[in-house]
């Protein structure tokens, strides 16, 4: 029967028992005095019954609990360790988001009054002209995947490949629609477009790329016009 002061080593994993409250700590989990006691109170046995299982229920106890917390923290401290892309991947990536950035600061959109959200079907032509001119929806993607596989951050990377992936898919419906001046299609696919495009920020972010980040500028709102002169 475990006393008062002792250890219980199971599975690799080490508990004790506090000689004061009777709490029982297992690596960073603290396990309430009550809440062992309630254990063995609710067990069908006679009182000395109660004292043999409980003694040898406890440390299982004690060692699921523990190798789940120890657990949580290996994997929370893992996933945070390589959350962000390693310095090296950033700057390449960074470079090959530049070109693209320099054309959209370059190239703005000019067709007049033109309201995306009620467009004129008249004007779709001229919208899928200025669209299909923008090379980070035909050809970022597939820069960014000859880069190969970052040493940290792969899986949100990957998302972030994922997400180029679907903007590509997306702006090229939403061309062909407005090409043919469909006014309906183009509204739902540029809603959709906006919406991945936000995800996309929200990866991006994930490993660091935010805010002055030259990928993160790439790609906004493709219908962007030139800010006004003060």
């Known amino acids: ?16 028992i ?19 006691r309630a254990l063995t109170e609710t067990w069908p046995m006679s009182r000395s019954g109660l004292a043999v299982c409980g003694a040898a229920l406890l440390p299982l106890v004690l060692a699921v609990s523990c190798t789940t917390s120890e657990a949580e923290d290996s ?18 990536a960074e470079k090959a988001c530049n070109p693209y950035t320099t ?36 050809t970022l993607g597939s ?10 951050g792969r899986a949100a990377w990957s998302a972030v490949l994922g997400d180029l992936q679907t903007t590509s898919k997306l702006m090229k419906s939403e061309i062909e629609s407005a090409q ?15 919406k991945n495009t936000a995800d996309l920020h929200v990866d991006l972010g994930k ?13 906004g709102d493709p219908l962007q016009t030139a800010p006004r002169s003060e």
Do not use: W
């Open 180 to 194: 043919q001046g469909h006014v309906a299609a183009f509204m739902r696919y540029d809603a959709r477009l906006t």
């Open 207 to 219: 490993l660091g790329l935010s805010g002055a980040s030259t990928c993160y500028g790439v790609q």
């Open 143 to 152: 820069d960014l995947e000859k880069l190969g596989r970052p040493d940290t």
């Open 18 to 36: 506090d000689s004061r409250s009777g709490n029982v700590r297992c690596g960073h989990v603290m396990i309430n005095a009550d809440a062992v």
């Open 75 to 92: 994997s929370g401290s893992a996933s945070h360790a390589t959350s962000t892309l390693d310095a090296a991947f950033r700057a390449r």
């Open 103 to 138: 054309y959209n600061s370059r190239h703005f959109f000019t067709v007049r009054d033109f309201n995306r959200f009620a467009p004129d079907g008249a004007a779709l032509p001229r919208v899928a002209a200025f669209l299909s001119r923008n090379p980070s929806y035909r």
């Open 1 to 16: 029967m475990l006393r008062s002061g002792s250890a219980v080593t199971l599975f690799r994993v080490r508990s004790t």
